[in-house]
């Protein structure tokens, strides 16, 4: 049973546009949530996060949206550039529970 | 500050065998989760290891097994392996409360002949 899910295995965002990466989750009791960017031969790195009891937090060029009653959050990436390519992973939490993360979707950033 | 580091990076092994593989968390950090990543599977959790105890356990047969040392560096061992048991294995390490951000490692290629 997958809590957390990432039905974009991809998208193709022209340099400068905005990319927005979609993930939504089952768990009501999630209040804790991540995204990671992951590069080829790389571990995750941390991107940002964002607790239940926000609604948007915005780090630079890079936003997360939380919508609890749709069980949805999204990244916005505006503008995007070539270096953002990458495998983009959400994840999830509750308290005292484990991290819960997508499949992932692959950003292609093309000039 | 060292991130957090993996050995090895890469390693082959036929079916059967078993494989242990190394991780060094973040200096100071105590918790230790381990990681199974696999084309179309995301991440799929292990283990998680705090202060040398088991303190979480994902849905993995009991040949995935590991443990952490004093120093906080934790080790996993699969036994008897398998072929879908090649994946990309990954090491995070926090400071150890739950919900905190974890830093993870490079991973160690595994790839089961």
């Known amino acids: 049973d997958q809590q957390v899910k990432q039905n974009s295995p991809s998208l193709s965002v022209q340099e400068g546009r905005i990319s927005i990466l979609n993930c939504d989750y089952t768990?009501?009791?999630?209040?804790?949530f991540l995204w990671y960017k992951k590069y080829p031969a790389e571990g995750p790195t941390f991107l940002i996060s964002?607790?239940?009891?926000?609604d948007k937090n915005e780090d630079g060029r890079f936003t997360v949206f939380l919508n609890k009653s749709a069980k949805h959050l999204s990244l916005h990436i505006v503008p995007s550039q070539p270096g953002d390519s990458a495998v983009y992973f959400c994840?999830?939490?509750?308290?005292?529970?484990?991290?819960?993360f997508g499949t992932g979707t692959r950003l292609q950033v093309f000039p | 500050k060292a991130g957090v580091t993996q050995t090895p990076r890469y390693l082959i092994k036929t079916r059967g065998q078993q494989v242990t593989l190394s991780c060094s968390p973040i200096?100071?950090?105590?918790?230790v989760s381990w990681y199974q990543q696999t084309p179309g599977q995301g991440l799929q959790f292990l283990f998680e290891?705090?202060?040398?105890?088991?303190?979480n356990k994902g849905n993995f047969p009991g040949r995935f097994s590991g443990r952490q040392f004093s120093n906080s560096r934790s080790e996993m061992n699969v036994s008897t392996l398998e072929l879908g048991d090649s994946a990309l294995y990954l090491c995070?390490?926090?400071?150890?409360?739950?919900?905190?951000?974890?830093?993870f490692g490079p991973g160690t290629r595994l790839l089961v002949l």
């Open positions: 290891y705090f202060s040398e105890t088991q303190r």
């Open positions: 964002i607790s239940s009891i926000k």
């Open positions: 200096s100071g950090h105590r918790s």
């Open positions: 768990n009501s009791m999630f209040d804790y």
């Open positions: 994840a999830a939490s509750s308290g005292t529970d484990k991290l819960i």
């Open positions: 995070a390490s926090s400071l150890g409360g739950f919900g905190e951000t974890q830093y």
